[in-house]
């Protein structure tokens, strides 16, 4: 069984930088292709960034673009999320999530194309 654990989140100041990291665990875990995602009070899931399974080509949402990076490191099975020049309009509940499909040059977008999900971590952004 696939797991996913997130960390990092907590409360930043508008303008800084935040780092949240996402360990997968489990059979095959490490082929996964992965992603984060959002979701603020009364809104839907929103896509942040997603990191293909092989060659970790990247692509992240319109709300982050050019703030934030992708990344991952296969010997510690961790894919990493840094936001820079936060903004209160990026307090949500991040979740990352893994793809099982063989996604090995593409970068899954839609929730719909994840299989696992992490429980979350809060990222909150004072203005």
């Known amino acids: 069984q696939v797991q996913l654990v997130e960390s990092g989140g907590g409360l930043v100041q508008a303008g800084g930088s935040l780092r949240l990291s996402c360990v997968v665990s489990g059979r095959a875990a490490s082929t996964y292709a992965r992603g984060w995602f959002r979701q603020a009070p009364g809104k839907e899931r929103e896509f942040v960034a997603s990191?293909?399974?092989?060659?970790?080509?990247?692509q992240s949402g319109d709300s982050v673009k050019g703030r934030s990076t992708i990344s991952r490191d296969k010997d510690k099975n961790t894919v990493y999320l840094q936001i820079d020049r936060l903004k209160p309009e990026d307090t949500a509940v991040y979740y990352c999530?893994?793809?099982?499909?063989?996604?090995?040059?593409?970068?899954?977008?839609?929730?719909?194309?994840?299989?696992?999900w992490g429980q979350g971590t809060q990222v909150t952004v004072s203005s």
């Open positions: 990191i293909s399974r092989r060659v970790s080509n990247a």
């Open positions: 999530a893994g793809a099982s499909a063989p996604f090995d040059l593409y970068t899954p977008i839609s929730s719909s194309q994840f299989d696992v």
